[in-house]
């Protein structure tokens, strides 16, 4: 009975993993999950290692940030004019997921290509905004503000759903650690630190703005319908977090309600247990 009760539990957590990987990894394209190397960017026991291998957190931490980054026209601009976004948003949210696990856990090499790669793309996206001005996707404060939606978001939604709360110092330890991907990327200012992080979001809400295509976009990332219709209560919860994550001056400018005061804590409870169950699932 013992024996077969494990093996029941074996095969949930397998089929749990299975069904997390396909999310994170095109298998059309010949993609593994990522091998945590000894010879990564950063060390096992970094801040950085522990918050970004959170699978539930970094779900909604990516949400909120794509929300947050298409606030800015250029952005916007760019994901707009260059991208399929329309017909494969999971595609697009899958590529940055992956870039972070290469540059967070993989072999030196693999993680210095990696960003290599992107740098070249962005090297070759631009355009003209809606008032006539240019943009650039490799223009050093544009990634600023992408870098600093990502690692705020990360960082937040790790503080809410993670298994254990960070210190103020560790939280400046993770700006840290994420501000050398930011370094090698192009990105300048770069925040090291948390106090940083929020001078370089104070300096760019002036810029930012709504229209007809933020709307558009938001709509398409929230109301995405997932490849199997079981996982619908999954996403629900996932997407719901996300904009609960959001900077309230953030939410409003999307139009988009938070949770209401009595239903909040049931969203925090599911997303809780939800984060628990893949951790169960991908324990070693």
Known sequence: MIDASLSLR??????????????????????????????????????????HGDVTSMM?????ALLLQMLHP??????????????????????TARFIAVTTYGDRGDALTSIAKVRHVHGHIGGTLADGSAYAADDPALLSWVHVCEA???????????????SAADEDRYFADFASIGVALGVDPVPRDKA?????????????AVDDRTREVARLVLGHKPANPLTMPVQQVTMQAA?????DWARRMHGLPASPLLMRPLVDTAAVGLATTLRWAFAR
């Not at 909604?60 to 909120?64: C, S």
């Not at 904009?243 to 900077?247: A, E, I, N, R, S």
């Open 10 to 51: 074996g095969q949930a957590k397998r089929g749990i993993v299975r069904q997390v990987q396909a999310v994170f990894n095109d298998r059309t394209r010949g993609e593994r999950p990522v091998e945590r190397s000894d010879d990564a960017l950063f060390a096992p026991d970094s801040v950085i290692w522990r918050v």
């Open 60 to 64: 909604i931490g990516g949400v909120a």
């Open 74 to 95: 250029a952005v916007l601009a760019g994901v707009w004019d260059h991208s399929n976004f329309r017909t494969d948003m999971m595609g697009r949210l899958r590529r």
């Open 152 to 166: 705020w978001c990360f960082l937040a939604a790790w503080q809410r759903y993670g298994n254990r709360r960070l």
């Open 196 to 208: 940083e992080a929020v001078g370089v979001i104070e300096a760019m809400r002036p810029l930012l």
């Open 243 to 247: 904009v609960d994550l959001l900077p």
